[in-house]
């Protein structure tokens, strides 16, 4: 699975941006979708993740309530929606794919997930 993350870039605080994230595979509704990022110096951490049918979403405390995570497996793609930025939403996101087929099973753990992105920076600044 190839996945390539676009949309980011520089919004001021209180603003929004919708992150893109393209699936290269037959299979993509039998993966969870992650959104993960990192911030300079800082280790990665989960930020989001959507289940294969796109009727699970689960979200870090940090973004519950501001962000929104979803799915359109027609065009095996995933959205993060982000609104209210805040400057310690500053950061490089990656998605990530976690082969789960027919099972309810996610993970917000970064080492459990198979493939990756190249990541989108996003920075949220006055």
């Known amino acids: 699975v190839q996945l390539l993350a676009s949309g980011g870039g520089l919004v001021q605080p209180g603003g929004s941006l919708r992150l893109s994230c393209a699936a290269s595979s037959r299979s993509f509704n039998n993966y969870v979708i992650g959104w993960f990022r990192q911030a300079p110096g800082k280790e990665r951490e989960y930020v989001a993740a959507?289940?294969?049918?796109?009727?699970?979403?689960l979200y870090a405390d940090s973004v519950r309530g501001r962000f929104t995570i979803s799915r359109d497996n027609a065009k095996n793609t995933v959205y993060l929606q982000m609104n209210s930025l805040k400057p310690e939403d500053t950061a490089v996101y990656y998605c990530a794919a976690l082969y789960v087929g027919s099972t309810a099973y996610y993970s917000s753990s970064p080492d459990e997930y198979n493939y990756w992105g190249q990541g989108t920076l996003v920075t949220v600044s006055s």
């Open positions: 959507i289940r294969p049918s796109g009727l699970n979403t």
